[in-house]
């Protein structure tokens, strides 16, 4: 049970995070370079060190390791996704909703809802070099975003009463009426122009890439219960 | 009878442990990659972390 499990969320994982990974590299990942060159040169003294890579890293074209790192995050962060969607899957499973590859696509963008759409309604999609609320409260609020969110969608897809959808209602919305922790004044190094194509493109790749994530562990999810019934027949 | 229930009882509970350690392995990897500043950790997942909308410095 636990091997089947942990085998089909890791394939579609990992397949989804490498799909996720190109899109990233060709679509986002200019516009960050381009992003970090203005976070860069709006860095006044010298001594100012830019976050994350430094800045002659930075400077240098294409960098290998770099993308590297991020094909390799990108396949773990997608890996941790389908863990949870799989396991959520096999929850529903458990109660009596059955789980295809079609319905996999749902779950997919249920997932992309809850863990990507839904902190960014009210924290936003940040390109580097921009004003930003203390990291740890926006983190806190990040978790709870989600964990209210999936329990609001939750709610919606398999609460059959008016009570459950009430809940829903109230879960999905909260986090944003209490709000996301915000700076004390805004600035941005990157011109608004760029942030504004980033962060949909973000959230488009995000969505494409949780459906393929869904699509493939509800698939693995009904070919491992075929297995299983055929082992036990 | 009791035997039944008693298997039918495990299995359930066998099923529902492995559902937990899926999700909390699935959480665990989430938080890891995503969240945690440890400085190597941070620019190694850095540019992952932009593109998924994790808040990252």
Known sequence: MLSRLLTGALLAGAAAGLVAAVLQLVLLQPLLIEAEAYE???????????????????AAGIDLARNGLTILFSILIYAGYALILTALMALAESRGHAVTARAGLLWGAAGFVAVQLAPAVSLGVALPGGAAADIAMRQVWWIACVAATGLGLWCLAFGASARAWGAAIVLVLGPHLIGAPQPESY?????AELASVFAPRALGIGLFAWMVTGALAGYLRTRSETAAETRAA | MTQALTALRDTSVSHLAAIALTFALGAGIVFVAGHVQAAALHDAAHDMRHATGFPCH
């Open chain 1, 187 to 191: 600035w941005s190094a990157a011109p």
């Open chain 1, 40 to 58: 860069i040169a709006s860095i006044p003294a010298a001594g100012g060190e830019a976050h994350g890579h430094g800045a002659t890293e930075i």
